[in-house]
């Protein structure tokens, strides 16, 4: 029986990850990403090495923001914007899941070949033993 709750909260899950890829999709949004890692920093600031305006920095921003992957503050005059590790964090907790999925198939898959040239099989071309 499908326990529609987790339906629903997969496709919450998988909106964010949508999200979140899209806006990764950008090289000028994963330089920001990366610029952010380092610290925290101002529109301004982040704009300094682009040669784009401030609005169009700002938009990239937005985005990046909408996907749950930056955060912004008040420090008086100042908006800084600050990455969301914890958003990162499901990305990689997806990333890590496919991959060792895939990890434990390709085991499963050398074992198999291993087996297999052990009993006297012919060997298998493009396996690594040309």
């Known amino acids: 029986m499908v326990d529609y ?3 629903a909260v997969n496709q919450d899950n998988e909106a964010r990850l949508d999200r979140a890829f899209l806006a990764l999709a ?5 330089k920001l990403v990366a610029r952010l890692s380092q610290s925290s920093a101002t ?3 982040l704009a300094e090495p682009f040669e784009l305006s401030k609005q169009a920095i700002s938009k990239h921003i937005q985005v990046l923001e909408r ?7 008040r420090d008086g005059q100042r908006r800084p914007c600050h990455l969301a590790p914890a958003a990162l964090e499901e990305l990689t907790a997806w990333i890590d899941g496919h991959r060792l999925v895939a990890e434990a198939r390709y085991r499963r898959l050398d074992s198999l070949l291993e087996n297999m040239q ?6 298998v071309r493009g ?3 040309e």
């Open 5 to 7: 709750r987790d339906v």
């Open 26 to 30: 950008d090289p000028v949004r994963r």
């Open 43 to 45: 529109v301004n600031e």
């Open 67 to 73: 996907a749950g992957l930056i955060t912004r503050s």
């Open 118 to 123: 052990g009993a006297g099989a012919p060997r």
């Open 127 to 129: 396996a690594g033993n």
